[in-house]
C-alpha cells in the first residue's frame, strides 16, 4: 500500500499501487472541499494530469483553473478540443494557435490545406478565400459542444521517439516532425480525442466533459478561443479590446515569414545548418530597423508647426528590456539631431516610510502612490515653459528623497525621455496635453512556438529573462525570483496592462534565437531550485521547454542588443 499525502488538507492516506489521481482525489474530495471544480494536481511539485498513475509515496496536491498549472491544463485541453473540432468540420484544414490576446486565445484557420502552406519552410500562408465566416463558427461551436456533451477522454501514448515522429509524418504535421526531431528525446507523449491525434508538453484533463467553460468566436481573420477568468473559473473571462497589440503580433509573423522561421523545429534546423549566426544578425537587424522608425516618427512629430512633441514616455513590464531599449532609441534620436535627455520617475519616489504597503505589510513599491506625481508633473509642466528646474536625486540606501542642486533646461533640440512602470499612467502627465506625448510600450512578445498548437506564453519568456540577471547580479536565486513572480505579474496586471492600448507604438523586445541562447545561461540555475520546494513545479516546467531547442552561445549577441542586459 502507497501513503499518500494531500498538501490540501495535510492528511495523508493508503491507496494501492497503481492508484490514479483521479481515483486519490474521490476519496478526500469532501475534505478538500475546493470551490471550483479540479482539473489537475501536482505530484511532489510537478504538475501531472488526473489520469496519471501513483506507484510510490508522494505528496499530492489538487489544483482547479485558477492556480497557474491548472490553467495551463484547462487551457491546453480546450486548444485540443478546438483543434478536433477543426479537424471535424474541415478535414484537412490546418489550425495555428499563435497567442494570447484580449484574455483569450488568438487563432488561424486555414481551412483547405493544398498549397497554403509551405512545409519546407513552415510559413503560414492565408488567401482571400480561406477567411473564416460567422457560420463557419457555429460550425466549429456546435461540434465543440458535442464532443463535451459527449464527454469523450483524452487519451494520453507513450510512444518512442521514433514512433511519435512516424504517427506525425502519416499525417503531414511537419511542424512536430521537426520539433521531435530535433529534441533529443527517447520517449514522447502524444495524445488521442477521438481519431484525432495531437501533441502537448504538458498533461491534459480526462475528458472533454470537464471542459465546461469557454467560448468562441470571429476574430479579425481568425478565431478566438475564450477561456476561464483567472480568478473565478466558472465563467468566462471578459474580453478587452487589444487592436494594437493584436497588429504587434502581426507584425512578429511578418518577421517569422522574413527569417523563414515559424516554430522551435525550424530554429533548431536552422542551428544545425550553421545559420546561428545569421539569424541573431537578421533579428537584431529587423530589431535595430524598428527603433529607427521609432525615433524617425518622434522627430517628425517633434518638428511639427502645432504641438510638437517633446515628451517620450516609455514603459513596460517586467524584463521587458526597457532600459537597453532608451538607450539604443537615444542613439537614434541623437542620430536625427535631437538631444533626449532621460528623465527617471525613481528620483519621484516618496520617502520610503511614505510608501504603501500590501496586506502582508510589505511595500507596494509597484503602486502609483509611491510616486510623487504631482510634483513630476509640475517640473515637467516647468521645464517645457522654459525654466529651469532642481530636480530630486533619490537615495535607495536612506530610502529618502535628496535635493542635490542637480538642475534641467530644456533646449530648442531636447526631448525628455521618460521611463517607468507607470509612464503610461495618465496621473503621471494628466495637465500634459497627449499630442505633446509620444508614448512608447515594450514587452518580449515571444515570436516563436514550439508547433502550431504549443505556443510559448510571453511572461515565460520574461520570466526565464529575469532569473538569469537576477542570479547573475547575485540578486536572487531562482526559487527566490519564481516565488517573487506572482506578485511581479499581479502589479503588471494591476499598474501596467491597463495602459498598454493607450499608447502610440508598440515594440516587441523578444528574438526568434532567444531560446536557444537562453537554455545555455537557464538550464543549469533552474536545476538548482530544490525539489521539495513549490517553486520547483515552474523550475521544471520551464526546464522542459526550454530543452526542445538546441542551445548556442552567446558570444555573437552584439553589445548593444536587449538580451545583453540580462545575460550579462
Same mark, same amino acid.
Given at each position: 500500500m502507497l501513503q499518500i499525502r494531500c498538501k490540501n488538507n495535510n492528511v495523508t492516506k493508503s491507496f494501492a499501487e497503481g492508484t490514479s489521481l483521479l481515483e486519490v482525489y474521490q476519496e478526500f474530495a469532501d475534505d478538500i472541499k475546493l470551490p471550483y471544480p479540479v482539473v489537475s494536481a501536482r505530484v511532489n511539485n510537478t504538475s501531472q494530469g488526473l489520469k496519471f498513475r501513483l506507484f510510490q509515496n508522494r505528496d499530492v496536491e489538487f489544483l482547479d483553473a485558477r492556480e497557474g498549472s491548472g490553467h495551463r491544463v484547462y487551457v491546453r485541453s480546450l486548444s485540443f478540443l478546438l483543434y478536433k473540432a477543426t479537424q471535424d468540420v474541415f478535414p484537412g484544414s490546418k489550425l495555428f494557435i499563435e497567442h494570447s490576446l484580449s484574455r483569450g486565445y488568438y487563432c488561424n484557420l486555414n481551412k483547405e490545406r493544398r498549397s497554403k502552406e509551405r512545409r519546407s519552410e513552415g510559413i503560414r500562408r492565408l488567401e482571400a478565400g480561406d477567411k473564416v465566416t460567422d457560420e463557419d463558427v457555429a460550425k466549429i461551436?456546435?461540434?465543440?459542444?458535442?464532443?463535451?456533451?459527449? !464527454?469523450?477522454?483524452?487519451?494520453?501514448?507513450?510512444?518512442?521517439?521514433?514512433?511519435?515522429?512516424?504517427?506525425?509524418?502519416?499525417?503531414?504535421?511537419?511542424?512536430?516532425?521537426?520539433?521531435?526531431?530535433?529534441?533529443?528525446?527517447?520517449?514522447?507523449?502524444?495524445?488521442?480525442?477521438?481519431?484525432?491525434?495531437?501533441?502537448?508538453?504538458?498533461?491534459?484533463?480526462?475528458?472533454?466533459?470537464?471542459?465546461?467553460?469557454? !467560448? $468562441?468566436?470571429?476574430y479579425e481573420d481568425g478565431l478566438l478561443l475564450r477561456v476561464p477568468d483567472w480568478h473565478n473559473p466558472l465563467k468566462v473571462?471578459?474580453?478587452?479590446?487589444?487592436?494594437?497589440?493584436?497588429?504587434?503580433?502581426?507584425?512578429?509573423?511578418?518577421? !517569422?515569414?522574413?527569417?523563414?522561421?515559424?516554430?522551435?523545429?525550424?530554429?533548431?534546423?536552422?542551428?544545425?545548418?550553421?545559420?546561428?549566426?545569421?539569424?541573431?544578425?537578421?533579428?537584431?537587424?529587423?530589431?535595430?530597423?524598428?527603433?529607427?522608425?521609432?525615433?524617425?516618427?518622434?522627430?517628425?512629430?517633434?518638428?511639427?508647426?502645432?504641438?510638437?512633441?517633446r515628451i517620450v514616455l516609455i514603459t513596460g513590464p517586467s524584463s521587458s528590456g526597457k532600459t537597453t531599449f532608451c538607450k539604443r532609441l537615444s542613439v537614434q534620436l541623437l542620430a536625427c539631431g535631437l538631444r533626449p535627455i532621460s528623465f527617471s520617475t525613481d528620483d519621484y519616489f516618496v520617502n520610503r516610510v511614505d510608501t504603501p504597503k500590501l496586506p502582508n505589510g510589505d511595500y507596494d513599491f509597484d503602486n502609483i502612490e509611491t510616486v510623487e506625481y504631482a510634483l513630476l508633473e509640475d517640473h515637467l509642466l516647468r521645464l517645457m515653459q522654459g525654466e529651469r528646474v532642481e530636480i530630486p536625486e533619490y537615495n535607495f540606501v536612506t530610502g529618502k528623497r535628496e535635493w542635490n542642486g542637480k538642475k534641467l533646461k530644456l533646449g530648442n533640440d531636447t526631448v525628455l525621455i521618460i521611463e517607468g512602470i507607470h509612464a503610461l499612467n495618465p496621473l503621471l502627465t494628466k495637465k500634459i496635453p497627449d499630442t505633446l506625448k509620444y508614448k512608447v510600450f515594450i514587452s518580449a512578445l515571444t515570436s516563436i512556438s514550439l508547433d502550431d498548437h504549443n505556443w510559448i506564453p510571453t511572461r515565460d519568456n520574461r520570466l526565464l529573462r529575469r532569473i538569469i540577471r537576477d542570479y547573475n547580479k547575485g540578486a536572487f536565486t531562482a526559487q527566490q525570483t519564481i516565488a517573487q513572480w506572482k506578485n511581479v505579474v499581479e502589479s503588471e496586471d494591476q499598474w501596467i496592462s491597463p495602459f498598454q492600448e493607450t499608447a502610440d507604438v508598440m515594440f516587441n523586445s523578444?528574438?526568434?534565437?532567444?531560446?536557444?541562447? $537562453?537554455?545555455?545561461?537557464?538550464?543549469?540555475?533552474?536545476?538548482?531550485?530544490?525539489?521539495?520546494?513549490?517553486?520547483?513545479?515552474?523550475?521544471?516546467? $520551464?526546464?522542459?521547454?526550454?530543452?526542445?531547442?538546441?542551445p548556442i552561445s552567446d558570444t555573437e549577441i552584439p553589445p548593444t542588443s536587449i538580451m545583453r542586459e540580462f545575460l550579462d
Open positions: 461551436k456546435a461540434r465543440m459542444q458535442e464532443i463535451v456533451d459527449l !464527454d469523450m477522454p483524452f487519451r494520453r501514448t507513450e510512444a518512442t521517439n521514433e514512433e511519435a515522429i512516424r504517427v506525425f509524418s502519416e499525417r503531414g504535421f511537419s511542424d512536430k516532425v521537426k520539433l521531435l526531431e530535433t529534441s533529443g528525446q527517447i520517449y514522447s507523449d502524444y495524445y488521442t480525442l477521438g481519431d484525432t491525434v495531437d501533441y502537448y508538453y504538458g498533461p491534459l484533463v480526462p475528458s472533454a466533459g470537464y471542459l465546461k467553460v469557454w !467560448d $468562441l468566436e470571429r473571462a471578459e474580453k478587452i479590446p487589444q487592436p494594437k497589440t493584436f497588429e504587434m503580433f502581426a507584425e512578429k509573423t511578418r518577421w !517569422d515569414i522574413i527569417m523563414r522561421l515559424s516554430n522551435a523545429g525550424d530554429v533548431n534546423k536552422a542551428i544545425m545548418r550553421g545559420h546561428a549566426s545569421e539569424l541573431i544578425q537578421v533579428s537584431e537587424a529587423l530589431q535595430e530597423k524598428k527603433i529607427v522608425q521609432i525615433a524617425e516618427e518622434i522627430d517628425r512629430r517633434f518638428h511639427r508647426e502645432k504641438d510638437p512633441v523578444a528574438l526568434n534565437i532567444e531560446f536557444a541562447v $537562453l537554455r545555455t545561461h537557464a538550464e543549469i540555475i533552474l536545476a538548482s531550485v530544490p525539489r521539495n520546494c513549490p517553486e520547483y513545479s515552474d523550475a521544471h516546467r $520551464l526546464l522542459k521547454f526550454i530543452r526542445y531547442f538546441i
